[in-house]
């Protein structure tokens, strides 16, 4: 299982070929998150979602409530969930971040 993290019998999901996520059990996903700062704002980004903060911790948690939003309402509408392999920006640091839907 490449690629596969388990932690407390919780399976998070995979990117597939073409980098969306392939839902394992459950709803709970794994997205790579890119963040940057510019000046005292903290942004953080995922494809087609974005949040600011004061701090680091904020822009985080901003992001995961707004991905936790978008992904319902994508899945509601049978579409296919946001791709998650979108490079990194220039100064950008990567952080995960883990969106349970349940």
């Known amino acids: 299982m490449a690629g596969t993290t388990r932690t407390a019998g919780i399976c ?3 990117a597939d ?5 392939i839902e394992r059990h459950g709803d709970t ?10 000046g005292e704002v903290f942004t953080a980004t995922v494809p087609d979602v974005a ?3 004061a701090r680091e911790s904020d822009a985080l948690d901003r992001l995961e409530v707004a991905l936790a939003a978008r992904l319902r309402a994508t899945k509601a509408a ?3 969930l946001p791709r998650a392999d979108v490079p990194a920006t220039t100064g950008a640091v990567s952080r995960v971040v883990i969106v349970r839907l349940g």
Not at 29 to 38: E, K
């Open 12 to 14: 998070f999901s995979d």
């Open 17 to 21: 070929a073409d980098g969306g996520w």
């Open 29 to 38: 996903y794994r997205y790579h998150v890119h963040l940057t700062s510019g």
């Open 51 to 53: 949040a600011t903060g």
């Open 78 to 80: 049978g579409e296919p």
